[in-house]
């Protein structure tokens, strides 16, 4: 069944000729990145990475390090969604507003190159999740060859493993604005606090984690495997993060939960 999967994958790539990739540096993106380069001449597909505060630096990194490593094709497109009222006020429909302007952005650049289609790395897992976002991107047309394809995220993993992809089993993600709860406008400086705090947790060895913006503080949420060990690092850990920017710091014994933190759309 999982070869016949990759098989329909294949042929639904060839099909489409040429193609611009929303590359964010995850698991699905890259396995169907590195599909695109089996499926397609060089010239007729493009990696889109787009960089902005709500994304968190560790994943641009990536992108740049395995793109280098593979020569594969990418433009990296720098946006500002901040200055977008709807995104920055940070309600229910922030995300619908941010994917719908981003995408506005990358079938631009799509066309430009003349592709005839974007794609994303959607997979059969993500139809039972609150995505606004996806909403945003079908309207606009973006294809979801995963998805369409039959391909689910366990499947996903285990073919990025078998390709030898350096990602095949890194925790999912979302952008940092998922880590405040709707309603608390989105700020520069606490997107950046964000980021600046789950990048040291990943440092002290703590993957698959969340920094959620409070009213003043911080909420951790890790594995909880690693309770322990935040236990005794407590002190280093609240003394990093108050540098950072947080007046309080709270260990969440729930540990990470998908759309924790008043705002689903964090997976």
Same mark, same amino acid.
Not at 10 to 34: E, H, P, Q, R
Not at 40 to 48: M, N, R, S
Not at 185 to 209: A, I, N, P, T, W
Not at 234 to 254: H, M, R, S
């Given at each position: 069944?999982?070869?016949?999967?990759?098989?329909?994958?294949?042929?639904?790539?060839?099909?489409?000729?040429?193609?611009?990739?929303?590359?964010? +540096?995850?698991?699905?993106?890259?396995?169907?990145?590195? =599909? =695109?380069? &089996?499926?397609? @001449? =060089?010239?007729? $597909?493009?990696?889109?990475?787009?960089?902005?505060?709500?994304?968190?630096?560790?994943?641009?990194?990536?992108?740049?390090?395995?793109?280098?490593?593979?020569?594969?094709?990418? @433009?990296?497109?720098?946006?500002?969604?901040?200055?977008?009222?709807?995104?920055?006020?940070?309600?229910? !429909?922030?995300?619908?507003?941010?994917?719908?302007?981003?995408?506005?952005?990358?079938?631009?650049?799509?066309?430009?190159?003349?592709?005839?289609?974007?794609?994303?790395?959607?997979?059969? #897992? !993500?139809?039972? !999740?609150?995505?606004?976002?996806?909403?945003?991107?079908?309207?606009?047309?973006?294809?979801?060859?995963?998805?369409?394809?039959?391909?689910?995220?366990?499947?996903?993993?285990?073919?990025?493993?078998?390709?030898?992809?350096?990602?095949?089993?890194?925790?999912?993600?979302?952008?940092? =604005?998922?880590?405040?709860?709707?309603?608390?406008?989105?700020?520069?400086?606490?997107? &950046?606090?964000?980021?600046?705090?789950?990048?040291?947790?990943?440092?002290? +060895? $703590?993957?698959?984690?969340?920094?959620?913006?409070?009213?003043?503080?911080?909420?951790?949420?890790?594995?909880?495997?690693? $309770?322990?060990?935040?236990?005794?690092?407590?002190?280093?850990?609240?003394?990093?993060?108050?540098?950072?920017?947080?007046?309080?710091?709270?260990? !969440?014994?729930?540990?990470?939960?998908?759309?924790?933190?008043?705002?689903?759309? #964090?997976?």
């Amino acid at each position: 069944m999982l070869e016949k999967k990759l098989e329909n994958l294949m042929t639904i790539l060839k099909k489409m000729g040429s193609v611009a990739i929303c590359f964010s +540096g995850g698991t699905d993106s890259t396995f169907l990145s590195m =599909a =695109a380069s &089996k499926a397609l @001449k =060089a010239d007729k $597909y493009l990696l889109i990475h787009v960089s902005s505060e709500m994304i968190p630096r560790v994943e641009t990194t990536f992108v740049n390090e395995w793109v280098e490593e593979n020569n594969f094709p990418l @433009k990296i497109i720098k946006v500002d969604p901040l200055a977008n009222e709807d995104v920055a006020r940070n309600d229910i !429909d922030r995300c619908y507003h941010c994917k719908k302007a981003i995408m506005d952005t990358v079938f631009a650049e799509s066309e430009k190159n003349g592709l005839e289609y974007v794609l994303d790395g959607t997979n059969c #897992d !993500d139809l039972g !999740d609150y995505r606004p976002g996806m909403k945003a991107a079908n309207e606009r047309g973006v294809r979801h060859p995963l998805l369409e394809a039959g391909l689910n995220k366990a499947e996903i993993r285990i073919l990025a493993d078998r390709w030898n992809l350096p990602n095949w089993n890194t925790p999912p993600s979302a952008c940092l =604005a998922s880590r405040l709860p709707y309603g608390m406008e989105l700020s520069s400086e606490r997107l &950046k606090m964000v980021d600046k705090g789950e990048e040291f947790l990943r440092q002290l +060895g $703590y993957h698959g984690c969340r920094v959620r913006c409070l009213d003043d503080g911080a909420k951790l949420e890790l594995q909880p495997a690693d $309770y322990v060990s935040a236990a005794e690092n407590a002190e280093l850990i609240v003394n990093k993060l108050v540098k950072i920017g947080f007046k309080k710091v709270f260990l !969440d014994l729930q540990g990470y939960v998908r759309g924790g933190g008043q705002n689903p759309t #964090d997976n």
